[in-house]
Nanobody, 130 residues
Framework: QLKLVQSGGGSVAAGGSLTLSCTASGHIFKRYCMAWFRKAPGKPREGVASVGNDGDIAYVSAVKGRFTIAQDNTKAQLFLHMNNLKPEDTAMYYC????????????????????????WGPGTQVTVGS
């Protein structure tokens, strides 16, 4: 079973920066993709960014140019560097991973609230003050 452990997050003023981390352990698939999702109160879960097994990266338009998704060399650690944070970025952020059944599996999931993703971290809160 694949386990995802998250760290980072917290509270920051608008315009500030935060970094989220996620470590995968256990049964890691030979080919897998990872992504970040977020959920604000009263809103559906939404995709943020994804990275495919071959390193292809996708962002949703709301965070493009402000957030950067990255992995370490082992691909077991996933990061989300968030700059120029806005109050509307306030949400619980979730790390996610899935066996990459096709090349854009996780990037496609960004637009579908992540329902095709099987493995999830516990979430970490990001709060951006105005």
């Amino acid at each position: 079973q694949l386990k995802l452990v998250q760290s980072g997050g917290g509270s920051v003023a608008a315009g500030g920066s935060l970094t989220l981390s996620c470590t995968a352990s256990g049964h890691i698939f030979k080919r897998y993709c990872m992504a970040w999702f977020r959920k604000a109160p009263g809103k559906p879960r939404e995709g943020v960014a994804s990275v495919g097994n071959d390193g292809d990266i996708a962002y949703v338009s709301a965070v493009k140019g402000r957030f950067t998704i990255a992995q370490d060399n082992t691909k077991a650690q996933l990061f989300l560097h968030m700059n120029n944070l806005k109050p509307e970025d306030t949400a619980m952020y979730y790390c996610a991973a899935h066996r990459e059944l096709w090349s854009d599996y996780c990037s496609s999931a960004l637009a579908s609230e992540g329902y095709a993703i099987a493995n999830w971290g516990p979430g970490t809160q990001v709060t951006v003050g105005s």
